[in-house]
């Protein structure tokens, strides 16, 4: 079934570093893909999006391409600070029920140092 | 301001009780949903409604029970035969079922005692 998988583990690192969240998915036909983003005690919010190939989604520096070759859809941040410290969930619509439900991965811990 | 509201949002409940958690919507979508949040698993769904009157059971329905009599409510109640019922609860709402941004609400956390 369709279904997304996100890297193992928590994610520390230091203010102004790189960050790369890895997200690979399983699906048939063509879904679009989500990065969500939970800060604590909250809800999630839509962080980016990608509705086909070969699409960016962007959003508060962030980015991650929709790659269908590799069926990947990695999120990535230049230059990251303390205020991104949140767990973010990659998705995917699920077209196995008229597109109608969203596969969510497991979520990754981000935490940055100052 | 349009959006989801989830209450509440600390509940305890003794073990062998009901509980009901409220969700209300503001924006007019058509499909709301209900998932469970724990630690190191994810989001899971439990139960989802594409319009009034009508829903289905998720991935993980067993002990939970909804209605959606109103567009803009979805209620969500804990029954007792729910084996661990202890989690984040997470409502969410999209404008139908065929679009992809789900909005979520702040959440409510159950602990049963």
């Known amino acids: 079934g369709n279904s997304v998988t996100q890297m193992e583990g928590p994610v520390t690192l230091s203010e102004e570093a790189f960050l790369t969240i890895n997200c690979t998915y399983t699906?048939?036909?063509?879904?679009?893909l989500f990065w969500y983003v939970q800060y604590p005690g909250e809800g999630l919010q839509l962080l980016l999006k990608?509705?086909?190939?070969?699409d960016k989604g962007s959003n508060k520096g962030f980015e991650a391409t929709y790659r269908k070759e590799t069926t990947s859809f990695h999120l990535e941040k230049g230059s990251v600070q303390v205020s991104d410290s949140a767990v973010y969930f990659c998705?995917?619509?699920?077209?196995?029920?008229?597109?109608?439900?969203?596969?969510f991965g497991k979520g990754n811990q981000v935490v940055v140092i100052p | 301001d349009g959006g989801i509201t989830q209450s509440p949002k600390y509940l305890f409940r003794k073990e062998g009780q009901n509980v009901t958690l409220s969700c209300e919507q503001n924006?007019?979508?058509?499909?709301m949903y209900w998932y469970r949040q724990d630690p190191g698993q994810g989001l899971r769904l439990i139960y989802y409604?594409?319009?009034?009157?009508?829903?289905q059971k998720g991935d993980i329905a067993e002990g939970y029970s909804v209605s959606r009599e109103k567009k803009e409510s979805f209620p969500l109640t804990v029954t007792s035969a729910q084996k661990n019922p202890t989690a984040f609860y997470l409502c969410?709402?999209?404008?139908?079922?065929?679009?992809?941004?789900?909005?979520f609400g702040e959440g409510s956390r159950l602990t049963v005692l």
């Open positions: 998705a995917l619509s699920d077209r196995r029920y008229g597109n109608n439900r969203l596969a």
């Open positions: 990608a509705t086909k190939a070969d």
């Open positions: 924006l007019n979508h058509d499909a």
């Open positions: 409604s594409q319009i009034v009157n009508d829903f």
């Open positions: 969410a709402s999209r404008l139908d079922s065929n679009t992809g941004e789900l909005f």
């Open positions: 699906a048939t036909g063509y879904p679009s």
